[in-house]
């Protein structure tokens, strides 16, 4: 998150602001204090430099729990704390920008491969797994999921089954954790047990300019005269 946000700032640095706006990480777990004391004390500082709004982004891929209830119940009581004297736009989840499956797509574009299988963890929600089917689209891949089915194996299996022997498995998971490293320790025990296959891991999707640029384009932050 550090580095992105670094990247972050350097796209905005390059833009034409008569006044430079200002950026800040919160995150929803594993923090000292609570998101919403986190977006008030960024809003407060925000206030006090002469800013209106503060643009909220969530990093996450899919819309699901955290995304539609947990992180827009915390910016609302931030919101109420902090009264009329400045504005918390919720901008849509990072996953929702169609330029992701794009970006993606070029970054595979040089792999050479028989068959691509997109993990995703996978959301329970209602419609929350779309955004994973329609990038898997535009990868020409199959879907998988960490969390529900069809999962990893059963789509490995199945794809063996039709005849493919090289299958690339593309995480899509923003950074390293512990996740996937459980996914590569699968993705051993897989191909102990399908010697036949050349089974490939990719690496997270990971900090780049271009999901910088992402970022930037979903908080609204044009290039102003």
């Known amino acids: 998150m550090k580095e992105l946000s670094e990247l972050v700032h350097e796209q905005l640095s390059n833009q034409n602001y008569t006044q430079a706006p200002k950026l800040s990480t919160a995150t929803l777990e594993l923090a000292s204090s609570p998101l919403h004391e986190q977006i008030q004390e960024f809003a407060n500082v925000a206030l006090a430099a002469g800013y209106q709004q503060v643009q909220l982004l969530p990093v996450f891929l899919l819309p699901g729990v955290h995304v539609m209830e947990d992180i827009p119940a915390e910016v609302a009581l931030a919101q109420a704390n902090l009264g009329d004297a400045i504005a918390l736009n919720l901008q849509p989840h990072l996953g929702a920008h169609p330029g992701l499956g794009r970006m993606l797509a070029k970054q595979l574009s040089l792999v050479e491969t028989n068959a691509k299988i ?49 299958i690339t498995i593309v995480p899509y998971f923003l950074f390293s954790g512990g996740i996937t490293d459980a996914i590569a320790q699968m993705v051993t025990s897989l191909q102990q047990r399908f010697p036949q296959l050349i089974l490939r891991l990719s690496e997270p999707i990971g900090v780049s300019v271009e999901l910088a640029k992402l970022v930037v384009d979903l908080t609204g932050q044009k290039e102003r005269p």
């Open 118 to 166: 997109l993990l995703a963890h996978g959301t329970r929600r209602s419609g929350g797994n779309e955004p994973v089917e329609m990038v898997a689209e535009q990868l020409r891949a199959v879907v998988a999921y960490w969390s529900m089915q069809p999962t990893l194996e059963e789509q490995i299996t199945a794809l063996a089954s039709a005849g493919y022997q090289q």
